[in-house]
């Protein structure tokens, strides 16, 4: 395992008392101007992660604390366990490309901007980093200077396929993202959402992650919910001090999420406190979301869902659009990795 691919941190700094988590205390350190600030968790552990890591130089730009592939990531670890299921073989081409939906989020990365690419399936159109400064993010980081450093645009699906080893060209094998998994758990525990523990497995140790701050979960599993079951969707009502009310991009976002859950097939996780009737109705609902944002224009359609849930999202993205510094081709980058999604069974 490479040292240097868990490096997560810039550096320790002055330990503090705890406090607890409210949205002034979070506020408070991510406004920081340098140093280390303060989180806790359940055990009350003093966690340092650097303000810096989490803010983006745009201004403009409100990015919640954690990212789309963490938490499609906290979602599918089992709470007590700290592991993921070893029947999982959707997850990992998931976090790929989450990848690409978080740099898109953050003004990154965006398509090509050639009128031809019309031509082709969204999936297919290639991708363009607008916007090379480092998030602090490592993973983020490093895919976005593999990115960097390709002279030839790629398409979406030729990046996911890459980033996540699936390709028979030798000279971009170097692409693939390794230990990915484990490196977005040791950034969670670093931001005090899990712990690290050792587990014996027969005939070997491995490193385990359990849920640290089960609040957190609950945090993303809510937000989830208000889309898959509410009749309207509000979240402002789930807003927290992790994702707040003024995060940019915040339904497109946990639209991403919901879809990202189900194509990684840890959606269930979320969904198990719900009766069967009700289970299989987010499942379809989920399973709508990602065919109406899986193209482009998205499916905005107001009041038609025959489930009769989320019967306001439509316009609520349309607001947000409308609101947002987002431009065409961003948008249609985000429908272009949903679309990956929509067909993983058939590309796995």
């Not at 070997?204 to 945090?219: G, I, N, Q, R, W």
Request: aromatic share 8%; with cysteine.
């Amino acid at each position: 395992m490479s040292s240097s691919g868990l490096q997560r941190r810039r550096g320790a700094g002055k330990s503090s008392t705890p406090k607890p988590r409210t949205s002034d205390s979070f506020d408070e350190d991510r406004t920081a101007n340098s140093g280390v600030g303060p989180a806790s968790s359940e055990n009350h552990h003093k966690i340092g992660y650097d303000s810096r890591d989490i803010e983006d130089r745009d201004t403009n730009l409100k990015i919640p604390l954690l990212t789309l592939m963490e938490e499609v990531l906290l979602i599918g670890l089992k709470d007590k366990e700290g592991y993921l299921s070893f029947w999982n073989d959707n997850i990992s081409y998931t976090l790929r490309g989450c990848i690409l939906l978080e740099l898109a989020f953050r003004n990154k990365i965006t398509l090509v901007n050639d009128p031809a690419r019309r031509r082709f399936e969204l999936s297919d159109r290639l991708v363009e980093v607008i916007d090379s400064e480092p998030t602090g993010e490592v993973l983020l980081d490093e895919a976005l200077k593999i990115m960097k450093g390709d002279e030839s645009n790629l398409s979406v699906t030729n990046w996911i396929d890459l980033l996540s080893g699936e390709t028979w060209n030798l000279m971009k094998i170097n692409y693939q993202l390794k230990q990915v998994r484990e490196r977005l758990a040791k950034g969670l525990v670093d931001k005090g959402i899990l712990r690290t523990e050792r587990k014996n497995f027969f005939l070997f140790d491995m490193a385990t992650h359990p849920v640290a701050d089960k609040l957190s979960k609950e945090f993303i599993k809510n937000r989830i919910l208000n889309l898959l079951v509410q009749r309207s969707v509000d979240l402002d009502a789930v807003a927290n001090d992790q994702f707040p009310k003024d995060t940019s991009y915040r339904y497109l976002r946990s639209i991403s999420l919901v879809c990202g859950a189900y194509a990684a097939n840890v959606l269930e996780n979320v969904l198990l406190s719900l009766n069967y009737d009700k289970r299989d109705q987010a499942f379809a609902r989920a399973d709508e979301l990602l065919n109406d944002f899986s193209e482009y224009p998205f499916n905005l359609r107001q009041n038609q869902s025959p489930l009769g849930v989320g019967l306001n999202l439509g316009q609520e993205v349309n607001d947000e659009i409308e609101k947002s510094s987002a431009s065409e081709l961003q948008l249609e980058l985000i429908a272009a990795v949903l679309s990956v999604f929509a067909r993983m069974d058939s590309i796995l």
